[in-house]
Every structure is written in structure tokens, then in C-alpha cells.
């Protein structure tokens, strides 16, 4: 298989052939045709300013001094032959390099050598007859030497008074395409082989980067997010080396927090499942235990079972919601006896660390339409983080505030609050603020990605604000309206 630098080598190589090919088809082959239709322009407008001359003069003295002026002036630039026949086609005029003949005594002998051959030409004679412009091109017998003729007739008054004609060799055209050949063969050769080594150092230049980025996804893959694409541009290439770098530090984050959450839920699980063992033992195990003792140790194993499935469905509820399989079922919701519902069950952590949890709606009778186990969801783990890391005997309020787009719905507390650098991933799965693992304090890292997760599938907009040692705000903004209407 071939790679991509022995690919692009062979594209800018065959770009330079293709571009010395229509080179050469372009001047040799093209400027033969744009010579002769050049030359017939040229011919064509001086045959048209003599016949304006000519219809001024009188038909008895057709050849004045400005005919002569404007065949002199004409001729002096151009290799040209002129002419001028009468009505009866005998020639009037006509010239020989610098030599003008006007019917006179030598131009009998002038004229069988000259217009002999001109005026013996069938298909000038045809053309002459038909009193319509013409343009002939004429080759020697046995010779590579042609020639252009230009006929105009001459007519006044609907009535033919004469013609013109002008004739010009070809010969010089034909030596500079001879020339011209010879020079784009020399020129083709040097352009091929500078741009052929060009290719080679393009082709180099380019796919560096490209095999720089091949390297670091091949590392990336492997498993070593540590990988970086070292090339900088502005362009597509280093666009992408930006995003490969960006989704390596990604991967890293994510493995970082793979590992913390297989550390952290393998001691979450472990301590009630260590608790539910050394329990059961006790009671299976102890003679004569009390009816009280015996009772309180099941609690215990009840308790640690709880906190065990709630961690397992916790999971569970993420991976169904990320996975798409969690519908919605939207209806009205009475926003103040939801937040009600939910501090009552958290009533029992609040109290124990003395908190104080205030509802400031800024009417009564809020509703909202959502889907409203998902939102009690929502609240309770708000609620529930805000209690966590609160200080004791402090306060936390969940306040209301009407905004253009709906409401909007704030839970702040005075508590520990989240460093600036960590204000960004606190929605991410398995992520903790506080990573000492203390059991009390610290969960499995999944309560603000459900948030996060049901909140964007209701469409709504979501942040959180916060100050270390001073306490943090979460925010949501919720549809007054119907989702249907």
C-alpha cells in the first residue's frame, strides 16, 4: 500500500505534467489558429479604411495620393501586399515591398509576374465573384511557405466599383512555433525535474505533521492518554492535532476518574457489605443475645442494605438515562410541594447537623410542566449535596425568581464551596469535590450527573456558582408553559 507522502509526491508531480501539457498545447498548438485570426483582424481593418477611401474618390481617378499615404503608412509596419482591382477585376494598384505600381508602362511585366498567379486562383475568382468578404489561406506548391489573403469589395450605391486585397506570408509563424517548440522542450525538462524535487519536498513538509498525529492517535489507542500531537498551525492540520491533544486530555480526565470511582465505590461497597457480614455473624453466632441488641444489630444490616441499593441503583438510573432507554412523562407539577416532599425526607440529615432549610417562592401556586419523579430527583440530590457539605448550624435556602424565559430556581448554601478549578467538572460522572473518601461526607460521584443528565433531557439551562469557605449556589431555569403548546 502506498503512503500518503508517496500519494502526494505522485499528485503535485502529476499536477506539473498536466500543467506543462496544457502549456504545450496552448502555444504550439493554439497560437498557429490565434496568429492567422490576429493577422486576418489586422488585414481586414486596413481593407476596410482603404474602401472607405475609395468610395470618397472619383471612379475615374480610384487611386489618389491618400490611397498611396494609407498603403505606405500600412505596409511600413506590416509585411503586406495591396490590390485594388476595378469593376472589370483589372488590377489598378498594387504594391512590391517598397514599390508602388499604378497602371502605367512597367506595370504590364510587374503585373505577369506578380498577379498572375493571384488573379489565375480559382477560389479568389469564386470569391471575387460573390462580392463578399473573404479570407483565404494559401500554401506554395512544394513549399512550407502560406499565405493570408483579405478580399473586400468595393461597392457604391449597390453597385460593385472594385475590390481589395491584401495579402501577408505566414513563413514567420511558422519559424517561431519551430522556435518555440525547441524552447518549452528545454523548459519542460528544468520544470519537471524542479518540480518534481519540489514535490518530493511539499510532499515531505506536509506529511509530517500528518504522521505526527498517526503516532500520537497509535499511542493514544494503546492507552497512553499522555500522547500530545507536538504540531502548531493555523490551518486544518493543526486544527485537528488541537482537537486529537484536547480529546487525549479528555480520555485522561475520564481514566483519572475511572480509577477514583472504582477506589471509591469499592470502599463504599465494601464498608456495608463488611457491616451486613460482621452483623449477621453476630447475631448467627452470640448465645443468649437480647431481644434489643439483637434488633438493633438488624438495623444496622437494614441500614447498610439501603445504603447499598441506593449506590446500585444510582448506577443503574445513570446508565439507563445516558443510555436514552429513560422516557419523559410530562405533566404539572406544583413546584413548592415537590421542594417540600423532599426536604421532609432529607429532614433527618438536616437535623443532625442543625441546618435550617428556607422556601422563598415569589408567589404561591408555582406549577411547571416536567416529568415529576425525575425532577424530585433533581431536588433531592441538590438538597441533599447542599446538606452534605454544609457547615452545622447553618442555613440553606431554595428561592424562586421569575425570569423572561420562565422560572428560575436557586438552592444555596453556606458551606465548604467548590474551587474554581473544579467548578467545570462537578457534572461529570464519578467526580468529588472532596476526594479524601471520608464516608460521611462523600458519595459515589454520580448525584450532579444525574442532575446534569435530567435537566438536558428536559432542555433547560443549569449552572452553579461558587467561592471556597463561603458556600455555593446551584441554578436551574424551568418552562412555566405546557411543553405541548
Known sequence: MKGIHSKLWLAITSLVITILIIIWLFQVGLLNKFYIHERKSVLSNE??????????ADQENM?????IE???????????????????????????????????????????R??????????????????QPFTVVRKKPQSHDASIYVGVPVIRENKKIGDIIISSPLAPIEETISILKK???????????????????????????????IEASKEIAKGNFTAKVSHRSDDEIGVLGETINDMAQQLDRIEQLRKEFIANISHELKTPISLIKAYAELVKEVENISTDDKNQYLEVITEESDRLNGMIEDILYLSKIQAGFSNLTYDQIFLKDLIHGVIEKLSYFAQHKNIEITVETHKENISVYADKDKMYQVFYNIINNAIQHSYENTKIWVKTLETDHGLKVEVIDNGKGIAEEDLPYIWDRFYKVDKSGKRNDSGTGLGMAIVKN????????YGVESQLHKGTKVWMEMRLEDKNQ
Open 454 to 461: 435530567i435537566l438536558e433531557a428536559h432542555h433547560m439551562k
Open 114 to 131: 506578380t498577379l498572375g498567379p493571384l488573379l489565375g486562383d480559382k477560389e479568389i475568382r469564386s470569391k471575387l465573384a460573390q462580392n
Open 183 to 213: 524552447q518549452l522542450t528545454y523548459v519542460s525538462i528544468f520544470s519537471l525535474g524542479i518540480g518534481t524535487l519540489l514535490a518530493l519536498y511539499l510532499a515531505r513538509i506536509f506529511t509530517k505533521p500528518i504522521l505526527n498525529i
Open 47 to 56: 481593407a476596410q479604411k482603404l474602401n472607405a477611401i475609395l468610395l470618397e
Open 70 to 112: 494609407e498603403v505606405e503608412a500600412f505596409t511600413s509596419s506590416v509585411n503586406a501586399r495591396v490590390i485594388i482591382l476595378d469593376q472589370s477585376g483589372e488590377a489598378r494598384f498594387f504594391n512590391i515591398l517598397d514599390r508602388y505600381f499604378i497602371k502605367a508602362g512597367e506595370f504590364d511585366r510587374a503585373q505577369s
Open 63 to 67: 487611386i489618389s495620393e491618400k490611397v
